[in-house]
C-alpha cells in the first residue's frame, strides 16, 4: 500500500524502499534505518513507523514521516517527519503529513494524532498550523499539538 497526493507518493519503509533511498544518497537521519531494524523484530510495526515521500514528476526522495509506533490505549499516535533543506517552503509537508493523518483517521484504532515541535522550528510550526492541530502544552523548549478525529 502507499499513499498519493496531488504531488507525491507516500510509501512504507520496507527493505526495497530503503534500498531506493540508499541508491539515491538519501540521507536524512537514521530514521527510516532504525525502523527497518525493528520492523525485523515486529511485523506489526509496518504502518507505524517511517514512510518515505517522493515525487511523483521524478520519483526522487524529498523527506521521511511517520509514526513514533503504533497506537497507545486512547489511540493516539505521535507523528513526525523531516524533509530535505532543498525541498523547504514548497508545501511539500504539509501534502505529506495531510495525507498520512488522513490515512490514520481512516484506521479505527486511531482517535487523535500528537506532534511535538521545538519553539524556534517555525516551518514545522507552521505545518502543524495549516493541519489545525491545536497547541496543548509546551516546556521551555518544545510545543506539543494534538488533532482529535472529527
Known amino acids: ?19 531506493i533511498a540508499i541508491n539515491q544518497n538519501y540521507d536524512n537521519g537514521p530514521e ?9 523484530e515486529d511485523p506489526s510495526l ?3 513507523g517511517s ?10 526522495i524529498i523527506g521521511d514521516l511517520g509514526f513514533k509506533g503504533k497506537p497507545d490505549v486512547n ?12 525541498y523547504w517552503n ?8 495531510g495525507a498520512l493523518i ?17 519553539k524556534e522550528n517555525y516551518g514545522s510550526i507552521r505545518v502543524l498550523e495549516k493541519l489545525h492541530l491545536q ?6 523548549t518544545v510545543f506539543h499539538w494534538e488533532l482529535s478525529k472529527q
Open 1 to 19: 500500500m502507499e499513499l498519493e497526493s496531488s504531488r507525491l507518493k507516500i510509501i512504507p519503509c520496507t527493505k526495497e524502499t530503503v534500498q
Open 32 to 40: 527510516i534505518y532504525n525502523h527497518l531494524k525493528h520492523l525485523m
Open 46 to 48: 509496518f504502518y507505524w
Open 51 to 60: 514512510w518515505i515521500v517522493m515525487r511523483k514528476s521524478d520519483g526522487v
Open 75 to 86: 489511540k493516539t499516535v505521535e507523528i513526525g517527519y523531516g524533509f530535505l533543506e532543498d
Open 90 to 97: 514548497n508545501g511539500y509537508a504539509t501534502e505529506a503529513v
Open 102 to 118: 488522513q490515512w490514520a483517521f481512516s484506521e479505527s484504532k486511531i482517535e487523535k494524532v500528537k506532534a511535538e515541535t521545538l
Open 135 to 140: 497547541k496543548v502544552d509546551e516546556t521551555e
